[in-house]
Every structure is written in C-alpha cells, then in structure tokens.
C-alpha cells in the first residue's frame, strides 16, 4: 500500500510498503480524512520528538473493513475516530489517573505508524465509532476536538463570565465554540487574521479583534468595564501571546496555555503581577479520556462553517505548505481518494 512516510531529517515521502495485518483487538480501518495540524509541521521542523521512518497522521477518520480475533463492538463499515495515544499502562502516571503524562506513551502519526496510508490498523480501544453519515473531515476532527474539551475541563470557567481566545485557528474555534456552548460572555477571539476572525464569529464569537490594532488593548479592557478577562486562552503557542494575555487578566484570572509552542520560546513574567492578582497559569495537554466525549460532540458544533482543503498523498508537500500558509481553515489528506 501507499503511505505518507516520515523519514527524518525533515523529510516527506510517499512510500510502499507493506499491507498491515489486524491482529487480536484490532481493526483494519480504510482512513478516508487525516488532518494536518501543527505538531505534524513541528515534527517535519525537528521540535516535536518522534521515531521515524514511520506514517504521519494521527487525526483520523477512517472506516472499518476488517476485524481481528477478539474485537468486541465494531463491526465492518462502522465510522470511527482515533485516540491517538497508547498508554503503558505501568508507570505512576498511568496508575494514579493521569495517563495522558505517560512517559512511554507511543502516538501513531508520531511514534508509531498512523492514518496517512491506504490501510491502518488500530486496537479496538482507541477506535471510537462516530455517528452514521457525518463528514469525514468533521469527524477527524474528533481528535483536536477531545484535546479542547480537556482543556475546557481545566479551565473550569463559569457562565456568564468573559473568555478570550488568542488565535482562531482550527483548535482557537473549537475553543470558542465550546465556550458558547458552556455559556461564557463575552466571547471574544483575538486573531490578526481578517478570514479567521471571520470565521470566529460564524462560530460563536460575540467579539473578534486583531490584537495589532491601535486600540486593541482599550477595547479588550472597555469589554470586561475596565476589569479584565477571568478566562483567557493561548491557542497559538506562543510567549508574545502570553505577554499580551496577563496584563489583560482580572484579578483571580486563569490563563489556560492550549497551543504548543516551540520547544525554546521563553517567555519574562512579572511575578510580582501573579502574585498580585493571584493568577492561575495552566497547561493543559492531550485527551485524557475525553474522546468519548467528543465523538458525541464532534457533529453538532458548527464545523460545517469551516473551510476545508483536500489533498491526495500525492500532494502532501502542498497540503504542509497549505497548513503553514493558513489557506483553509483545516487541511486533510485524503489517502483513499476523493471525498464528497
């Protein structure tokens, strides 16, 4: 079969090689929409550690057309998401709740082969089935969707409070969307980007602002009465975010970091002004058991306002420069051929 490789060295190639065999618990799957996201171009960039040669992809939507000795609940042609992460089972981490903090933890798409292929092969575990009839490309989005909703789960915002979410990429609109959902107000996307910012507002935004505007940061402070924001999130990955979010935090606010940043951005904070407004910083990483949730969620939060861009994995150069250069609002390989 045909598969996206990864072969180090910030290499790409589409590859032969062989068929997988599903084997006991395990499915064979027919990956019809794997996005690209940015810890895809970090691994390409060398500031996301995998274990190459190996198949990239780990956002996938695939269908089932074969099962291993032992599969319990899917069945052939069954839709389903993957839960990108197999967990050792051994450490602490993983015995005391927190499996997600797995030192050992192997990802497809990262560490291990993944979606961009002509066939993959997963333990039923991880396999999620998602509603009959929705969207491939919606529902591979069921993997960043499960990320947002543990981060949301963090953020343990309350309604009828502000929230601001730098960025308005794929994962900074899923955060607003759930924000709406969860009753926040108002909801305000901080995007530089006229077509994301756009984009926010079709998916719940009350207010988007470009954060390099004149009077960016009055209009931030006129929309919480000169308070701040309680809420605010860092979609992008970015110090220069987080250098704009904390003097635009309230007192007692909550900066969730969301965006993976490089692995040697730093950042200079003013612990006087953490210890002044008593704030509370939080990473947030993975799903951990959330994407159950999501895969409920994925098809009833207005993905449909996005635009999506299709490319073969033949065109995977294109669709990496695509992803970099934002042309759509979310990218995807199509490893078995077009997608209506």
């Keep these: 079969m045909k598969a996206v490789r990864y072969l180090g060295n910030h290499t790409v190639a589409v590859e032969e090689i062989p068929d997988p065999t599903p084997g006991f618990g395990e499915v064979l799957l027919k990956p019809l929409a794997v996005g690209i996201c940015g810890t895809d171009l970090h691994i390409l960039e060398g500031d996301y550690a995998s274990a190459p040669p190996m198949t990239l992809g780990h956002e996938v939507c695939a269908e089932v057309i074969g099962l291993g ?32 903090m797995c030192p050992n933890r192997k990802a497809p798409g990262v560490h ?43 953020l343990q915002a309350k309604s009828g409070r502000a929230i601001a979410v730098f960025g308005a990429g794929p ?27 756009e984009l926010a507002l ?29 809420y605010l999130v860092d979609a992008v990955g970015s110090s220069r975010v987080l250098s704009q979010a904390i003097p635009l935090a309230s007192r007692k606010g909550t900066i969730l970091v969301f965006g993976v940043a490089r692995p040697d951005d730093r950042l200079e ?5 953490i210890y002044a407004k008593e704030l509370t910083i939080l990473g947030t990483a993975l799903n951990p058991h959330t994407h159950r949730r999501a895969a409920n969620l994925v098809g009833h939060i207005g993905l449909d306002n996005f635009e ?11 669709g990496l420069q695509a992803q970099r250069d934002g042309a759509f609002d979310k990218v995807f390989i199509v490893p078995n051929g077009a997608i209506a």
């Design 112 to 154: 291990m082969d993944g979606g961009m292929a002509e066939l993959m092969v997963a333990p039923e575990s991880i396999a999620y089935k998602l509603e009959p009839g929705i969207h491939p490309g919606i529902g591979s989005m069921t993997e960043p969707l499960a990320c947002v909703v543990h981060g949301i789960d963090r």
């Design 308 to 318: 999506f861009g299709y490319f073969t994995m033949d065109q995977i150069e294109q």
């Design 171 to 197: 994962a900074g609109n899923l955060v607003i969307a759930l924000a709406k959902q969860a009753g926040l107000y108002p909801v305000v996307a901080v995007e530089m980007r006229e077509q994301r910012r």
């Design 69 to 100: 000795e032992g599969v319990q609940k899917l069945q052939i042609g069954d839709l389903i998401s993957i839960e990108p992460h197999i967990y050792c089972g051994v450490c602490v981490y993983c015995q005391t709740g927190d499996p997600h």
């Design 202 to 230: 079709r998916m719940g935004a009350d207010v988007a602002l470009d954060p390099t505007a004149d009077d960016f940061t009055e209009r931030m402070m006129q929309l919480t009465d000169g308070d701040g924001f309680p």
């Design 269 to 273: 904070v003013s612990p006087n002004e």
